[in-house]
């Protein structure tokens, strides 16, 4: 009857045990996007962006992870001088799997290994949806407008693309154990994505007027918005004009790169399965953290 207690306090204490390797969180911070319209500036227009965390604690310095986070990005040329005069903004809702290394010796709860920087690598399903305002003040989803020709039968080469895709997202970050169960922590992280059309410019201008016969009249419009820009004319200086449109063929974006997205923000995770002490025995149990690895 002894052993057969033991063995089963065993295996509860073995369970408590696998709990306390888990963590439950949220994170709370910023989004924003670098590509076309934005190629350099880091935190450029940033956005509230938040979501759940899960953490798998392998041993003090390796952790498994797993993310849900939402978030909107945004860009203007005009923030930029760029006569081109496209802007955008596009929701993020992405899924992720990540592995963080611990710089140092990390425990949840623990007096001596109760902070470290880390860094993560993973991989991440997207899903985004590029939009545009006009200027009524409406919002038009620009994907189905296919604004570089994608989808139409005069530009059959252009395909269109897809709103859910794969990223890589790769940071780092710090944290610090502040009680037996609560972890609290900063993190900043990159998105390799593998997709050039977040913001909705890629390769060329396509005929606006043929585009707009085969997609609408808006589609022709926010396609090439540089018309709505004014100039003084050259042959009359006195004279304001609009500009011209862009000619077919000519450049409205680098598809030589591909665009990028971050999160940045905030964390704070609760360890679950938290027991001040064995409920059993304690032969073997981490003296450093409570949990055994």
């Not at 016969?213 to 396609?223: C, N, Q, S």
Request: glycine content about 10%; aromatic content about 16%; some cysteine.
């Amino acid at each position: 009857m002894k052993k057969i207690i033991i063995i089963i306090c065993g295996i509860f204490l073995t369970i408590s045990t696998y709990a306390q390797r888990s963590e439950l969180g949220v994170m709370l911070g910023t989004s924003y996007y670098l590509g076309d319209i934005n190629p350099s500036r880091q935190f450029y227009k940033p956005n509230f962006a938040g979501g759940l965390i899960y953490r798998y604690n392998l041993n003090p310095h390796w952790a498994l992870k797993l993310n849900a986070l939402y978030g909107t990005v945004e860009a203007s040329d005009a923030d930029f001088g760029n006569i081109r005069n496209l802007s955008f903004k596009s929701h993020i809702l992405e899924f992720s799997s990540q592995i963080e290394l611990n710089f140092w010796e990390y425990f949840t709860g623990s007096k001596s290994h109760r902070f470290s920087p880390y860094i993560f690598a993973g991989v991440a399903i997207f899903n985004y949806n590029p939009q545009a305002i006009d200027s009524a003040g409406v919002w038009h989803d620009l994907q189905p407008l296919g604004t570089e020709g994608q989808g139409t039968i005069n530009y059959p080469t252009k395909k269109v693309y897809g709103l859910t895709q794969l990223s890589i997202p790769f940071g780092l970050g710090f944290k610090f154990s502040v009680s037996k169960v609560i972890c609290i922590g900063a993190e900043w992280g990159l998105r390799k994505t593998f997709v050039d059309y977040i913001d909705d410019v890629s390769t060329t201008y396509v005929d606006r007027n043929v585009l707009a016969g085969e997609k609408g009249l808006i589609a022709g419009y926010l396609a090439d918005r540089t018309t709505e820009l004014f100039y003084q004319d050259p042959l009359n200086p006195t004279k304001i004009i609009h500009r011209p449109s862009n000619l077919e063929g000519e450049s409205r974006g680098n598809s030589s790169t591909t665009d990028w997205y971050s999160f940045a923000g905030v964390t704070i995770t609760f360890k679950l399965g938290y027991k001040s002490r064995p409920s059993c025995f304690d032969k073997g149990f981490n003296y450093k953290e409570n949990i055994y690895y």
